[in-house]
C-alpha cells in the first residue's frame, strides 16, 4: 500500500538542524504571529526550534519522490478512463 502513495511523510524532528547541522536537537514549536499560523495550516510546512543553536523556522513534514510523480500521473489516468467510462455509458443509456 506504500506504493501507491502520493505524499510521503516525514518526522523532521528526527533529522539535521538545518543550521547547526546537528541530529536529534528540533522540536515542534508554536506559531506566534498570524502568517506563522496561516503557513502551518495551508501548508505542508511547520515550526521547529533546534535545543542547541536556537534556530527557528519552517520545515516540510511530507516529501515528493519520483514515485510520487509516476502515482499521480496513475491517478489522473485512471480518473480520466473511469470519467470517459461513465460518460458513454451515460451517453449511450439515455439517448
Ligand atoms: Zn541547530
Known sequence: MNQAKIFFRRNPAL???????SIGTLY???SRTISE???KNLTFYRLYKC????WRGFLAIVYFTSRSVFNLLLYLILF???GYVIY???HY???
Open 15 to 21: 533529522g539535521k538542524c538545518p543550521s547547526c547541522k
Open 28 to 30: 515542534k514549536t508554536h
Open 37 to 39: 499560523k496561516i503557513v
Open 51 to 54: 535545543k542547541e543553536c536556537d
Open 80 to 82: 480520466s478512463f473511469t
Open 88 to 90: 458513454k455509458l451515460l
Open 93 to 95: 443509456l439515455l439517448s
